[in-house]
């Protein structure tokens, strides 16, 4: 039987495909633009005859109609490894669960621990030797679909195909079933605008950025802001080595600049895991001997990430207290977004020969009523640490950088005191003083 009979005859519509799925199962949707939102919507049509479905999936952009469609959450319980803004409205409607997990370890969990009973995920069509592309869903793929008791693959015509390092395909003997039809372009996520505090912050960074230096960008207007800045600068040969692509790689390679020649670890190759942004990055990756995708477990591995020389990690983060704890994932104990792949990368790039691992947040925000508030804290009190004390090193604001590296408690006050907001200063300096933390000769 050649690969296009076998892909024939596992050929089926939506709805037939999802009759698999029984009451209790777990379901997965992979992640991202891997997300296969046909098989949702047909799902969603079996609401009332299923109970108890568990879905996981992970930066899912939404709508996802399984969990809209059930406020009771008694026919479907949606859950996520990082939030989106989409999942992330879910969360405040309790429509959705956060997992607790660092990125690195998705695999193992899933291998060791979890039970899929159907993983269902979207994909570019079938090569001719029967492979489907994994695309910009990699990162977490293939562990999900081995470990699946049922796998159901949904064909998105416009998913790039992006050449890997390990476990970017799958097999047609691999698959039970088939879903076809149209859909809509994928989805745009251009980077956000970086605010005055976010660009000041991308300017105390980048004269820290060597050349041949490889960088791993986290999400947001700030990472963006770093991408194009270091586009106009006299910086050469930077490596590309993160859990997340963006758009902010295509400005730097663009300029010239993202060479990868400089690498220790696959030479001339950007490695990422995940991919999302804008139509310009999916065309970039496509087919880009320049660009390969492998597994979280590998990308996010520190002793991987340790192997490049100057790696440079920058990621955004909430909060951080006068102890030197970072929340990226909460406020307060709303949930925002997760854990990702930062504590990987900051470990990494502090392992790694000249390595710098930078997390950066404004001094301050303006809450609902316009009230001015500080992001850096006395203690947390309800926030969920990201990153523990015991690992931070670059604290970042638009008032400068500390390096936290080494440094007792009453250091660290002072220098995190230094980054903080002016208005809010004395305030923090008297909580210090209260939590035996401030010497009184430290400076004002």
Known sequence: MS?????????????EA??????????????????PVLLDAALAERRDELYDV????????????????????????????????????LCDRNLCNFIPMIFRNVSAYYRSFLKVNVAMMSVPPMDRHGYFNLSCAT?????????ADTVILEINENLPKIYGIADESIHISEVDFIVEGSHAPLPEFPIAEASPAELAIAQHII????????????????????????????????????????????????????TNKNKELHRGK????????????????????????????????????????KMVSINS????????QVCAESAGTRHISGTGGQLDFLTG???????????????????KSGVLRSNILPRFGGDIVTDPRSQAYFIVTEYGIANLAGRSTWERAELLVSLAHPDFREELISAADGQKIWRRSNRR
Request: glycine share 10%.
């Open 3 to 15: 690969v296009y009979d076998e892909y024939r005859s596992r050929l089926r519509s939506p709805g």
């Open 18 to 35: 999802v009759k698999v799925i029984k009451s209790g199962d777990w379901v997965d949707y992979t992640t991202a633009l891997g997300f």
């Open 54 to 89: 568990k879905l996981r999936g992970n930066l899912c952009f939404g709508p996802i109609r399984t969990a809209e469609c059930d406020p009771s959450r008694e026919h479907f319980i949606y859950n996520t490894w990082h939030c989106s803004a989409y999942e992330r409205s």
């Open 139 to 147: 990162g977490v793929a293939r562990s999900i679909l081995e470990t």
């Open 207 to 258: 004269p820290r950025i060597a050349s041949g230096s490889t960088l791993q960008l986290g999400i947001g207007g700030m990472p963006g802001a770093i991408g194009k800045m270091l586009a106009d600068s006299d910086v050469k040969d930077i490596g590309m080595h993160t859990e997340l692509c963006s758009d902010a790689y295509v400005d730097i390679y663009e300029a010239g600049m993202l």
């Open 270 to 309: 950007g490695v990422t895991g995940i991919v999302f942004g804008t139509r310009k990055l999916y065309d970039w990756v496509a087919e880009n001997p320049a660009v390969a995708v492998a597994p979280l477990e590998y990308v996010n591995c520190p002793e991987v990430i340790a192997r490049h020389g």
């Open 317 to 324: 983060a909430i909060s951080a207290d006068l102890y030197g």
């Open 349 to 367: 790039a502090a392992m790694s020969r000249g390595g710098q691992a930078f997390v950066c947040l404004p001094s301050c925000r303006r809450d």
